[in-house]
């Protein structure tokens, strides 16, 4: 790394076209295939791991599921944490409600108030829910769960079938509340060294709050398994 | 000489013997049958250990007494045959907070800063970030796939993956949601709660674009998937550019295997971007044209702007430094001389210079930074102060190679709201009070 180090420090100077001018050099400093390890992934393959999907529907199977098959599901698998409604129970998440609260001062993030893509319900549904048994669900029971967590947050109508060409046609309510450009730095600060604020005074003190576990001896008790 | 150790050996020999004598019949007979050093120093470190209590709690050891550690002999080698730390640095733990998550499986562990040196976390005590707890993955079994926009789709073993020619670098990673918990108010008084979310190892795998040169890349591949193998299947997307900069796909960490709460057998080592991508237990790189907006680049780190809207793909973690000596685990006793000293970082580069200040940031003296200063790294950074007993108000200040200088957390606020939970990389303040007491303010 320390090369490696030196090489980009020395690159920084001439501006980042050339920098990726030469990354691009760098990266092609052999053919494709040189090395050549690792076995070719058959179709098969990768049909069992690719499961992934895309806001636009690439990768949804085929298979379907509706509201009505997703009340079923979310009561066997879902509801003992999120609550029968998606309300959340404990500490575990709300899936439904929170309209028009993202600028409030408690903003309430669900699905149907905050998440931007449908897709994104069925691939995380999919891959890891129910979360003491992720991958365990069919893709119908999938679609059903879907369509029932959209219809909760009234994004659908009860009627609604959710299926490989019904769901990327879901708008969600705050598709167009992210900005997906990373607008930092933010902030320009002169690097000052004397007399550089007037007033210094203590807004508030982490003494007295009592939500510190402690730092010395073994894990707080009844705190761990 | 040789009486010398005669005479220890008789010492060693004398406190097993008494030691057996407390034990069950059954269990003396073996103790002596396995002999004092046939049974290896395990006997020996057992007898010690044996030892410790009878030397009384107010009995001290200091000169002119001779300790009795002095005059036995310790146990033999490979008494633990992985090392183990001193059973006085039981305190020297990672910790959680029970009232964050609503389990301990999609949960936080802490680093205790305030007991680490240089810039290195031990890799026991590294902190932890799990989705769905840390599965123990057989490296026999594992495979990385590699496909998607590539002309070669591939299936590695981790024998295959450790074929390639690897680097090392050493980098730090940093949760971003590092002091989420503080945007509304001071809440907890502990350098280890408060910014125990990000540590520094040095990585060995194999670069990025190392494997993807060797798939063939297809021109119309601008974004990458990174899927781990854990319960989460943990993704996020990643853009190509960043991917053929530093990024490694890393199976050791500080000279051995992963730990399994690090990603073992492998995970991506993402130089300064937010933790939730340098993805552990790595099972599937996926080259495709757009990024995928899963789960954890969409509902979760993304920042939600006082306004209601939100920014995702914030990945870089800005620069950051914090005081980790004094802090509240780590309070002054007289006044006199002290040496301020803390860690600072930044994901854009290298750390240019760290500033301290004792009067809440009125004043600032630069402070010495301690070799080596690696870029997209913790540095060490120290200051001579000499404390009068007063009051005082101590605060680092980290400015990175780009000219970005550490802001207040006044002005984060202003422009973020306090609804982002993500990226606070404020300027921490501790309050000196006389009697020596270290404790987290907010200015």
Not at chain 2, 156 to 169: A, G, H, I, K
Request: hydrophobic share 35%.
């Amino acid at each position: 790394m320390f090369s490696f180090d030196k090489s980009s420090r020395v690159l920084t100077g001439f501006g980042s076209g050339v920098l990726l001018a030469t990354l691009a050099a760098f990266c092609h400093a052999e053919p494709a295939g040189y090395y050549g390890y690792g076995e070719p992934a058959t179709e098969d393959q990768i049909a069992g791991w690719d499961i992934d999907i895309r806001p636009d529907g690439t990768g949804l199977p085929e298979g379907s599921g509706s509201v009505d098959e997703g009340l079923n599901v979310f009561e066997t698998h879902c509801s003992s944490c999120h609550g029968a409604f998606g309300e959340g129970m404990g500490r575990f998440p709300k899936l439904a409600g929170g309209d028009g609260s993202l600028a409030q001062d408690r903003p309430e993030k669900t699905v149907g108030s905050f998440w931007p893509y449908a897709s994104t319900l069925w691939d995380y549904i999919h891959r890891a829910m129910p979360f003491f048994a992720p991958q365990s669900l069919t893709d119908d029971e999938v679609y059903a769960l879907t369509a029932y967590v959209l219809n909760l947050n009234y994004i659908v109508d009860g009627d609604f079938v959710a299926n490989k060409d019904t769901l990327p046609k879901v708008k969600m309510p705050n598709e167009d509340g992210f900005i997906w450009e990373d607008p930092r730095p933010q902030i320009q600060n002169e690097r000052c060294m004397k007399d550089c604020r007037d007033t210094v005074e203590i807004k508030d003190s982490a003494v007295g709050k009592n939500l510190t576990p402690s730092t010395t001896g073994p894990l707080d008790k009844g705190l761990t398994e | 000489m040789f009486g010398k150790l005669r005479r220890l050996t008789q010492d060693v020999s004398r406190i097993a013997l008494e030691e057996s004598e407390r034990l069950p019949s059954n269990e003396r007979r073996r103790f002596l049958r396995n002999g004092l050093f046939t049974a290896g120093g395990a006997m020996v470190g057992g007898a010690l250990a044996g030892l410790s209590p009878r030397l009384g709690a107010t009995e001290t050891q200091y000169p002119p007494e001779i300790p009795p550690w002095t005059r036995t002999l310790g146990p033999g080698v490979v008494t633990n045959p992985y090392g183990v730390p001193s059973s006085f640095e039981k305190d020297v733990i990672r910790r959680n907070v029970p009232w964050l998550t609503a389990e301990k499986t999609s949960s936080i562990s802490f680093s205790p800063l305030q007991h680490l040196k240089g810039i290195i976390t031990p890799n026991g005590l590294f902190f932890e970030r799990h989705h769905a707890g840390q599965p123990e993955v057989d490296p026999q079994q594992h495979r990385l796939m590699i496909h998607g926009l590539v002309e070669r789709p591939i299936i590695l073993t981790m024998e295959d993956l450790q074929r390639f020619p690897s680097v090392s670098q050493i980098n730090f990673i940093e949760c971003p949601a590092n002091g989420g918990m503080e945007w509304r108010g001071a809440q907890l008084n502990s350098l280890q709660f408060l910014h125990g979310m990000v540590s520094c190892a040095e990585w060995t795998g194999v670069r990025l674009s190392t494997l993807l040169q060797d798939v063939g890349m297809k021109p119309e591949g601008k974004w990458l998937l990174a899927e781990g193998a854990d319960g989460a299947a943990m993704t996020r997307s990643i853009p190509m550019e960043k991917a053929l900069d530093d990024v490694i796909v890393a199976f050791a960490q500080n000279g051995e295997a992963l730990r399994r709460e690090q990603g073992y057998p492998i995970r991506l080592v993402v130089p300064g971007w937010e933790g939730n991508t340098h993805v552990k237990w790595l099972r599937r790189l996926e080259v495709g044209d757009k990024p995928w907006m899963q789960r954890e680049e969409t509902s979760k780190y993304t920042d939600l702007m006082a306004d209601g809207t939100a920014y995702g793909f914030t990945w870089v973690m800005e620069a950051k430094s914090v005081i980790t000596s004094p802090c509240p685990e780590m309070p002054l006793r007289d006044s006199g001389i002290y040496q301020i000293e803390g860690i600072a970082w930044s994901g854009r580069g290298k750390v240019k210079a760290v500033d301290v200040s004792v009067d809440g940031g009125r004043n600032w003296k630069q402070a010495r930074l301690r070799e080596p200063v690696m870029s997209k790294s913790l540095t060490r950074f120290s200051l001579e102060w000499k404390w009068d007993g007063n009051p005082a108000l101590l605060q680092s200040r980290v400015i990175d190679e780009t000219g970005y200088v550490q802001p207040t957390l006044a002005q984060l606020i202003k422009i973020r709201g306090t609804n982002s939970i993500y990226h606070k990389n404020a300027i921490q303040t501790w309050q000196v009070k006389p009697d020596g007491s270290v404790n987290n303010v907010q200015l």
